[in-house]
């Protein structure tokens, strides 16, 4: 079992595919292959095929519901939602969207929906209590900049590290030797870093 090198990917129409031969590999399941890593992968798309990438989530889910691998989707969009409901502010953050500045409302969000405290143990407890075999986190671009994926990514790890997770990824992700890897959303270059988690294109089985 190898990484290649990372290329440019893109969603193309072999995509899915390409992509539910990996999801449906026994070795992928067992989470072989990993060199002693978590099993947390990254699936990029050009943030411009959105749409088909909602879909293509769907479909696999349901391919793989044909071959008895269990799956949960969840989308971060949803989850947020539905924290700020729980806790009685999303009312409030509808009334005051557009009477504040961005970046003040933009920490108020932030400030209400931590991951490490409300958004990570609003997905553990949709895991609980029969984890599925894959777990599929999709809508990072819904939630952006409010949640960002190194953030969101680093603290399920330290929740969830056993769990064989997908992440639908509306950008580039990249490595280097010299700057490590990269999670840019919608090709924005950012400053975090994020490296212990596997482009599943490049996974061989």
């Excluded at 999801?23 to 088909?52: H, M, T, W």
Aim: aromatic share 12%; hydrophobic share 40%.
């Amino acid at each position: 079992m190898a990484f290649r090198k990372h290329k440019d990917l893109r969603l193309e129409d072999d995509t899915y595919g390409r992509v539910l031969r990996t999801l449906q590999n026994s070795l992928f399941l067992e989470k072989k292959g990993l060199a002693n890593d978590l099993p947390f992968f990254i699936c990029p798309y050009d943030p411009a095929a959105e749409v088909r990438a909602k879909t293509l989530v769907q479909m696999f889910a349901k391919e793989l519901d044909k071959k008895n691998v269990t799956t949960l989707s969840i989308n971060l969009y949803d989850v947020l939602i539905s924290v700020l409901k729980t806790d009685g502010y999303l009312d409030m953050l509808l009334e005051r969207e557009g009477t504040v500045e961005r970046d003040e409302f933009l920490e108020t969000i932030q400030n209400l929906a931590s991951p490490v405290e409300k958004i990570v143990p609003e997905i553990e407890a949709l895991l609980t209590p029969s984890p599925p075999q894959i777990l599929f986190l999709s809508g990072l671009g819904e939630v952006f900049p409010f949640l960002r994926p190194h953030s969101i990514l680093s603290h399920l790890q330290a929740q969830l590290s056993d769990q064989l997770t997908v992440m639908f990824f509306p950008g580039d992700y990249s490595y280097t030797e010299a700057k490590g890897a990269t999670l840019d959303i919608f090709g924005l270059k950012q400053e975090e870093r994020y490296y212990r988690a596997f482009n599943i294109f490049e996974y061989e089985v």
